[in-house]
């Protein structure tokens, strides 16, 4: 416990010396999402709950979290906010479907020695835990990935406040895309990096690569690798879309005015 205070204590005094204010609201917004993860767990204990539902609300409040309370409200943030709440609802309905055609909820065949002195009817629909555990896996490099675009294009339109919407939004897409490889390479070292022990446990199963691949808890990883990957593609055109939109548009709402 001392080593984790510790790491905790370099690590808020790291965040504040080189963001100041912003990397202190930063590292007080870890604490933040960590509550409401906490509560999103409780309410879905809940058999009467819609884990769906109740993770839908907990991305809406991480996403606040992230931008407006970190960024503070002006147009960048709120059209990244706006752009992640499509994202995520367009996300939620295709993950829901893949999940159940997949059909990776419950617990893998190597877990359930570990599980059998526990009864496992918990009255859960583990197939929305399952959607749930997706989504929730990919909402922060959606978010990122939103104010990473809205933010530079900001930078764009104020220099060049007369640029079409359409050059503004080819703009956003030649962002989007200088940082999605590195993004989606970062997500892929991030799941595999913490389930390292995982292979290696199936090294000591002496499992074949065909059993791996058909392993139901690498296909889940797999699969929120994937579904995190879409995630940050898509919210490219849709962030860059929506913000060359408004930034346009408000410039022609004050043009009269000016004159």
Known sequence: MNVLFLLTVILAILMIAIGGKKGARSFFSLFL????????ILFMTDESANPIIITLIACIAISSINLFFINKINSKTVVAFISTVITISLLLIFIHFVTKKTMIQGFGEEEIDELSIFSLFIGVDLMKVA???IIMSTIGAITD?????TSP????????????????????LTIGRDILGSNANTLFFAFFGGYMALLLWFKDLSYT???????KIFGAEMLIISFAGIGIALIIPIASAINAYYL?????KEKPHSN
């Open 33 to 40: 999402n960590f509550i409401v993860i906490i509560l999103t």
């Open 131 to 133: 959607t749930s555990v």
């Open 145 to 149: 990935m939103a104010i990473s675009i």
């Open 153 to 172: 294009m900001r930078e764009i339109y104020e220099h060049k406040p007369h640029i079409s919407q359409k050059e503004l939004f080819t703009s956003g």
């Open 209 to 215: 690569i065909g059993q791996i691949a058909n392993s």
């Open 248 to 252: 346009v548009s408000q410039h022609k």
